[in-house]
């Protein structure tokens, strides 16, 4: 069976449930650094978006965050599936998702394990809201100078890893937050409706089921850690 990306967008425009849920992201990733230090011994720190900075001009990966999608006539095309907007503000967070593997190859991820829950405000209505994964253009890229940031759909590379608790977060995420929150490959939201019993706007069992899938991944993420080190031992290959 062959390794698979996550992949998910939606559009939040209310700032209150971007906070909200960002704010319970923000123990998950923190939770994540720390088992990445503890592992590691390598402080990384997760990227926070305050809202606060406005970004003059910004490209737009069209290919992802239109897919199936009309792109909105409001923005202007730049090239082929690359579109530009301007004045926008990023709120949110992005960190890297802890894996043991990281580092050893073939499984080694080291910049394609990153996690976004990112929202892209904007006064243009078909764009503000929109979860994104912003990436900086190096001076090498061809598109280097064209824009400040692009933006793309957020996307994780598994290699096998979390794959099913990855989607329970999604699951969570759509059923609480973010309706129209699709994701793939999950069996195209199969299982969505599971937290059917609970209302939608409780927070309090929101908060609370938040709570079990940290545990699931503290636990999940201690048994990868216990098998890589016996991977490592076997292979005659350090950590890092």
């Known amino acids: ?14 700032q209150h449930v971007q906070q909200d849920l960002c704010g319970s992201i923000g123990r998950l990733a923190n939770l994540s650094n720390e088992l990445h230090q503890k592992y590691f011994k390598e402080k990384i720190d997760s990227i926070i978006h ?5 970004y003059e001009k910004i490209l737009l990966d069209g290919g992802s965050l239109f897919h199936k999608q009309m792109v909105p006539i409001s ?9 530009l907007t301007e004045k926008i503000t990023l709120f949110g967070i992005g960190f890297s998702f802890y894996d043991p593997r990281n580092y050893t190859p073939p499984f080694a991820l080291r910049t394609s394990n990153k996690m976004s829950f990112i929202f892209l405000r904007s006064e243009d209505p078909a764009l503000d809201g929109r979860l994104v994964a912003p990436f900086s ?3 090498k890229h061809p598109l280097h100078g064209s824009g400040e940031l692009y933006l793309t759909s957020p996307t994780l590379d598994m290699r096998y890893y979390m794959e099913s608790w990855t989607g329970m977060l999604l699951r969570w995420v759509k059923y609480f937050y973010i309706p129209n929150l699709y994701f793939w490959p999950f069996d195209n939201n199969q299982r969505a409706d599971e937290y ?3 209302s939608t706007s409780d927070r309090e ?6 709570n079990l899938l940290l545990d699931q991944f503290s636990e999940e993420a201690m048994k990868w850690s216990a098998e890589h080190d016996l991977y ?6 350090s950590r890092k």
């Open 1 to 14: 069976m062959p390794s698979m990306e996550a992949v998910w967008d939606g559009q939040c425009a209310n």
């Open 50 to 54: 305050s809202g606060a900075k406005v």
């Open 75 to 83: 923005i202007k095309l730049f090239e082929k599936e690359i579109y």
């Open 137 to 139: 253009l190096n001076p």
């Open 196 to 198: 059917l019993k609970f």
């Open 205 to 210: 069992t929101a908060e609370a089921q938040f």
């Open 232 to 237: 490592l031992n076997k292979m005659g290959l």
